[in-house]
């Protein structure tokens, strides 16, 4: 999620060696490249059983200080050629067969936006980076109630319960819906909005509190869990701009669509026109500060 890249960028600004900046990037500069001087666009992709769990497209307006994150549902529907079975039609799907790379691709075909650097991390990093900050206290929406006893996950909260832990935040963003059946009343834009509350809280304590600290602790599960095609230099550069973006200028949004069952799976599918009226939008706020 954008939380674990806004910690990397904060980091680098109190010297974190460059040593380390490098072990997380695959990929260094290109010469001759243009690093974007006015908006950057970063999309984060959240990993589980080989599936983009969490996509989030993180844009970044570096005049006006401003970052719009745009979340993706896991379920949007994106057929692909050669693909024909029902599950691999789902956005989510992409990861597996093509990569982080192949994620990008997508989400670029349906926001018809150039994403410049992905960001990728596996859930034991967002339970390294909630530990080392002393934990996000969250209030639980709903009662819950889920096994799975093939990926060892176990959620069992009471609606109004106060979770705080790394390993309980997780489990709150993977809940979609319990043993019996029923989930959050809106589906999947439930699950959403829970990452993004999670998000949003996290970026403030970070913020708070003592980043050095907080990050030196985080070398580790960071350097094992997360990825990006950043090279030091970019991520070094995006960090000095990013300094004095306030958690008030963070702002989210999610796709515009509904749900809909096509071949017996549940998917869901953007309103194009609305989504092109938010991405022109943003598109049109960086062409008139030129």
């Known amino acids: 999620m954008f939380i674990i890249s806004f910690i990397i ?31 950057v666009n970063v999309l984060v992709v959240g990993v589980a059983k080989n599936l983009s769990d969490t996509i989030m497209l993180a844009s970044y307006d570096m005049e006006k200080e401003q970052v719009d994150i745009f979340s993706i549902p896991r379920d949007t529907y994106y057929p692909r050629k050669g693909y024909k079975h029902a599950a ?20 670029e075909d ?9 960001v990728q991390f596996d859930y034991e990093a967002v339970k390294a980076v909630v530990d080392s900050i002393g934990g996000i206290e969250v209030e639980v929406p709903n009662n819950m109630n889920y096994d ?27 809940w979609r819906k319990n043993n019996n059946g029923g989930g959050y009343k809106d ?28 990050f030196i602790k985080l070398q580790g599960p960071i350097k094992e869990y997360v ?6 230099n970019e991520m070094m550069y995006f960090a000095n701009k ?30 194009n026109e609305k989504f092109k009226e938010q991405i022109d939008s943003l598109i049109e706020e960086t062409v008139e500060s030129e």
Request: glycine content about 10%.
């Open 9 to 39: 960028s904060i980091g680098i600004l109190y010297g974190i060696l460059y040593l380390f900046l490098n072990s997380i990037s695959i990929s260094s500069s290109i010469a001759g490249s243009e690093i974007p001087k006015k908006r």
């Open 88 to 107: 691999q039609k789902k956005i989510n799907a992409v990861y597996g067969s093509d990569g982080a790379d192949g994620v990008v691709k997508a989400v």
């Open 110 to 118: 349906i926001t018809s936006l150039d994403i410049n650097y992905y």
């Open 148 to 174: 799975d006893p093939v990926d060892d996950l176990h959620i069992h909260f009471k609606k109004g319960q106060v979770v705080k832990s790394g390993e309980d935040i997780i489990k709150l963003l993977r």
């Open 187 to 214: 589906g999947d834009l439930g699950r959403i909005k829970m990452q993004q509350q999670i998000v949003k809280l996290g970026i403030e304590k970070i913020m708070k509190g003592n980043i050095v600290a907080n």
């Open 227 to 232: 990825k990006t095609n950043m090279s030091p």
């Open 242 to 271: 990013a300094k004095n973006v306030s958690s008030e200028n963070i702002h989210f949004h999610t796709v515009p669509g509904k749900p809909k069952t096509m071949e017996g799976l549940s998917f869901f599918v953007i309103d």
